[in-house]
């Protein structure tokens, strides 16, 4: 199920969440929850012989553009970027297989408020 398209990527089931166009959508290993309140999934991507710095920098620049705003981020093999909005978060997971498979998993959900 793919969303709207913005030339260096392409909009699935969240519209301020860009995809690099080079990736491939895995649809068995993803799923979407949707209630009328909110939206919460996990979407996973791999290509074979995709640099994971540059799937980083990607989206680092991208989130910032749809108004996400960077929580904090680990670099590395497997690198993590956290987003988020007022009222949800997105977690970006970015892994170099040894196979020289690139895999992204994105999470979206609900940003909790928890009450002490």
Same mark, same amino acid.
Request: proline share 3%; with cysteine.
């Given at each position: 199920? *793919?969303? =709207?398209?913005?030339?260096?990527?392409?909009?699935?089931?969240?519209?301020?969440?860009? &995809?690099?166009?080079?990736?491939? !959508?895995? @649809?068995?290993?993803? !799923? %979407?929850? *949707?209630?009328? @309140?909110?939206? $919460?999934?996990?979407? &996973?991507?791999?290509?074979?012989?995709?640099?994971?710095?540059? #799937?980083?920098? !990607?989206?680092?620049?991208?989130? *910032?553009?749809?108004?996400?705003?960077?929580?904090?981020?680990?670099?590395?093999?497997?690198?993590?970027?956290?987003?988020?909005?007022?009222?949800? $978060?997105?977690? &970006? =997971?970015?892994?170099? =297989?040894?196979?020289?498979?690139? #895999?992204? *998993? &994105?999470? %979206?959900?609900?940003?909790?408020?928890?009450?002490?």
């Amino acid at each position: 199920m *793919e969303g =709207k398209d913005a030339g260096v990527g392409k909009y699935y089931f969240f519209d301020d969440v860009l &995809i690099l166009k080079d990736l491939s !959508f895995e @649809q068995d290993d993803s !799923f %979407v929850y *949707e209630t009328p @309140q909110f939206k $919460t999934g996990s979407m &996973i991507f791999k290509k074979w012989w995709l640099d994971p710095g540059s #799937v980083v920098d !990607f989206f680092l620049s991208y989130m *910032e553009r749809d108004d996400w705003k960077l929580v904090h981020s680990y670099r590395g093999k497997e690198s993590t970027l956290n987003f988020s909005k007022p009222d949800k $978060t997105c977690t &970006i =997971k970015v892994t170099g =297989k040894w196979n020289g498979t690139t #895999v992204v *998993e &994105i999470r %979206v959900g609900p940003l909790g408020t928890k009450k002490m």
